[in-house]
């Protein structure tokens, strides 16, 4: 019975193509007329704006939103920022057409402008929350336009400039930071080797002390040595932080920081250095990545950055940290801001993304689900709202994530490092890995024009890919997490005392439950989702301890018991970052006064939340949910799609990101794509 009614619809099917392929309309324009041709109509005709989409605004961008407006429409102003009109609006995008070094050149001549117009001012010579908070403000703005410049911008002032800020002393203050923010030098970074990334204690790069003339001597000894992807090395830097071992009379003392200058003000590349290209890249093509070897290069003993260790002019190697793995934690420590700014960068990448495709969808008309019937907008079929609504759901909750690190981060002290380092570690992976996914949701979700570059989100891919590597490979950084969750679980245990920091102050009560029924209000409470969440935590950090524990009694190394721990401790990175952003959601969400602001808030902290439940197979794995529970997520999850698309254009419009910074398809993506707007 089964074949015969595959040949009968097989059958049937021939039959109908047969007729459509052989009948021939009486008059040949019939088909023509009976079609008018699409038109452009914008969302805000047809869209309520259910909430106040500036109070959302200010919710999300949190602080400076005069300064972030004014920096937009400087850069709308600026002839550098290559301003191009597309179906009657003024676009900004890099001219992607020019060569890699025209690209370079104008990465320069955009970083000049702005500095002319005061944007730096106060970038290093300012103290205090509120100028870091500014100056991070603005970093935000720069890399919507462009990452080669907000890159080039990080590299310049927060690795060169921070390492001495943060690494040096009084007299590395007083002798380059304000050379550094008036750029009468540029700075780059060089610590990566191409033969160590992540691992910075295994750099080769090697550095002596020479009595005799009181300098230090440079070396890369081998090839594997040799400084590798240094932004800005290429063909502009004039100095540079080396990351290096130091050997002090014999005894290697660790790697250790110092000031080298590479070019003259010429640009002349100094003597013993050597300096070669990268390359062309997938992205960030306006960033020159470069390659250093050091040929017995001296440099002034007072080079050395000392806030953690000195050599004397005798050659006495001075610390009063005695620890070499707390000197090396000491030393690294102030680096944290490359994660801060990676982590929030790539959220708002995540946004342009999502702003620029949910635009589209809310005019882009495809199918017709009745004869003759009108087509359908793109976000009115459920399954394009699943592609693209939990994905704006998590960009909300990881921007309100990025603000609490970036809070954390300015107001950090000694005693908030170990929180900063592992929330910093556990959002740059978390956030950078939600970035490309949701760039290629994005840009499936335009169909073809998600291809084309002036529509942005093809090529923020491959300007954000590196960010899953750089400043630590993600998997890497999610291993730190959970080795330090266990640090605290052991130290906890040991002491029979109350779990404090970290967020795992949860450990402390009673085992969650988790009801056999979840209704929908079930689903939808902030107490049950904290508590899956908390669950979650507490049993992979229970099981990962456990684990560790049964290795160790096989007589692996502590070493080795974690390395082939590896699945667990990735599973416990995404539990402890997941937990931590939905408690960071639900205190944004507290701190809201109740009505339609808050209603949608609590939408989105649904959605977080219930997406995440379904998304990991933890829950399932580990029996947390059941199979039922899980289809009853996985239905929850499509409701609440339905109950967000009509929010759909105020959440993206809430977003505080200015229409010239999108792409044109998020506007009239007929009359841009016109045969007015092609140049002859």
């Known amino acids: 019975m089964a074949q015969e009614s595959s040949i009968n619809r097989a059958s049937r099917r021939t039959r109908i193509l047969n007729n459509h392929l052989i009948q021939s309309p009486s008059d040949p324009t019939s088909c023509l007329r009976s079609n008018s041709c699409l038109s452009y109509t914008p969302p805000e005709v047809t869209e309520r704006l259910g909430f106040d989409t500036k109070e959302m605004r200010k919710i999300l961008d949190l602080h400076h939103l005069e300064d972030r407006d004014w920096l937009y429409g400087v850069i709308k102003q600026g002839k550098v920022f290559n301003g191009k009109e597309r179906g009657g609006r003024l676009f900004v995008l890099p001219d992607y057409n020019q060569t890699m070094e025209q690209q370079r050149e104008m990465t320069m001549k955009r970083i000049e402008y702005l500095f002319e117009r005061g944007v730096f001012d106060g970038w290093l010579m300012k103290n205090g929350v509120e100028a870091e908070l500014k100056k991070l403000a603005f970093l935000d703005v720069i890399q919507n336009f462009d990452q080669s410049l907000a890159v080039m911008l990080g590299v310049h002032f927060f690795l060169w400039g921070g390492a001495i800020q943060f690494m040096g002393t009084k007299r590395h203050h007083d002798k380059w930071l304000r050379d550094t923010e008036t750029f009468g030098l540029k700075g780059c970074f060089s610590m990566t080797e191409l033969g160590h990334g992540s691992n910075v204690r295994g750099i080769e790069t090697v550095t002596t002390y020479d009595l005799k003339t009181g300098e230090f001597v440079i070396n890369t000894p081998c090839e594997s040595a040799q400084k590798y992807w240094i932004g800005g090395a290429a063909n502009h830097a004039t100095h540079t932080i080396v990351f290096s071992q130091l050997n002090i009379n014999g005894v290697n003392q660790g790697v250790h920081a110092f000031i080298a200058q590479i070019r003259d003000a010429d640009g002349n590349i100094c003597p013993n250095i050597r300096i070669a290209e990268c390359g062309h890249k997938i992205g960030l093509n306006g960033v020159d990545n470069g390659r250093i070897w050091f040929d017995n290069l001296r440099i002034p003993r007072e080079n050395l950055l000392n806030s953690v260790a000195d050599v004397s002019p005798d050659g006495q190697y001075l610390s009063a940290i005695k620890d070499p793995d707390q000197r090396f934690a000491a030393f690294l420590a102030p680096l944290t801001s490359g994660r801060v700014t990676i982590a929030t960068s790539a959220v708002f990448s995540s946004k342009v993304g999502l702003a620029t495709a949910i635009r589209y969808s809310l005019s882009r008309r495809a199918f017709s689900v009745t004869p003759n019937g009108p087509e359908v907008l793109l976000l009115d079929y459920p399954s394009h709202q699943r592609r693209l609504l939990p994905l704006l759901a998590k960009s909300y909750a990881m921007t309100f994530g990025g603000n609490y690190l970036k809070m954390i981060y300015v107001n950090r002290t000694p005693g908030s490092a170990k929180t900063l380092h592992v929330v910093s570690s556990a959002f740059k992976a978390i956030f950078t890995w939600h970035n490309m996914r949701t760039l290629q949701e994005c840009r499936e979700a335009c169909g073809g024009q998600g291809l084309k570059t002036e529509n942005k989100i093809g090529h923020l891919k491959g300007e954000f890919d590196v960010q899953s590597t750089f400043e630590g490979d993600n998997n890497v950084l999610m291993q730190q997490v959970s080795k330090a969750l266990l640090s605290e679980y052991a130290a906890a245990k040991k002491k029979n005392k109350p779990f404090k920091g970290l967020g795992l102050e949860h450990m402390n009560g009673p085992v969650p439950v988790i009801p056999s029924n979840l209704t929908s209000s079930t689903l939808r ?39 082939l721990s590896y699945q667990i401790a990735e599973d416990l990175g995404r539990a402890f970052s997941d937990r931590a952003i939905l408690q960071i959601f639900i205190d944004a969400e507290t701190n809201v006064s109740s009505g339609s602001l808050k209603n949608v808030l609590g939408l989105l902290r649904s959605m977080y939340a219930l997406i995440c439940l379904e998304e990991d197979a933890a829950f399932l794995r580990y029996g947390y949910l059941s199979t039922d529970n899980a289809a009853a997520v996985r239905k929850e999850v499509t409701k609440l799609c339905g109950e967000l698309r009509p929010h759909a254009l105020a959440l993206v419009r809430s977003l505080g990101i200015p229409d010239a910074f999108l792409g044109p398809i998020a506007f009239n993506w007929i009359d841009a794509n016109s045969w007015s707007s092609v140049k002859h």
Request: charged share 30%.
């Open 525 to 563: 409470s902030s107490q049950f989702q904290m508590n899956a969440f908390c669950l979650r935590e507490r049993d992979l950090l229970d099981r990962f301890a456990a684990e560790m524990s049964l290795y160790l009694s096989k007589g692996e190394s502590k070493e080795q018991a974690f390395i």
